[in-house]
C-alpha cells in the first residue's frame, strides 16, 4: 500500500479512488442543484411560468451533466475495483 521510497507519484488505487470519489461528487452536486431550482420553482413564490420555465432550464442543462457525471463514476467504480484486485494480485505475490 506504500508508495516507492522517493516516488512523487500517486500510486493507481489513490488516483482511481480520487477520480471516483470525484465523479460521485460532482453528479451529487448537479443533482442537488437541480433538485434546488425544482424545489424553489415549486414552493417559493406564486408558482409562475417564469419559475417552471427556469426548472425547464436547469432540467434541460443538467440531464447531460449529471448523464455524464453518472458514467464517469461507473467507469470509477470498475477503475477502484480493478485496481484493488491489482493490489491484492501483488500482495499475493509478496507473501510467497
Known amino acids: 500500500m506504500s508508495e516507492a521510497a522517493g ?3 500517486p500510486s493507481a ?3 482511481a479512488r480520487a477520480f471516483a470519489a ?3 461528487v460532482g453528479l451529487l452536486v448537479t443533482v442537488a ?3 434546488a431550482v425544482a424545489i424553489a420553482a415549486e414552493s417559493i ?3 409562475t411560468w417564469g419559475a ?3 426548472m425547464e432550464q436547469a432540467m434541460a442543462l443538467g440531464t447531460p451533466v449529471a448523464v455524464t457525471f453518472a458514467g ?3 467507469l470509477g467504480g470498475f477503475a477502484v475495483v480493478y485496481t484493488a484486485a491489482d493490489g491484492e494480485r501483488l500482495m499475493d505475490s509478496v507473501d510467497d
Open 7 to 9: 516516488s512523487d507519484r
Open 13 to 15: 488505487r489513490w488516483v
Open 22 to 24: 470525484l465523479s460521485v
Open 33 to 35: 442543484g437541480v433538485a
Open 45 to 47: 413564490g406564486r408558482k
Open 52 to 54: 417552471y420555465f427556469a
Open 72 to 74: 464517469l463514476s461507473v
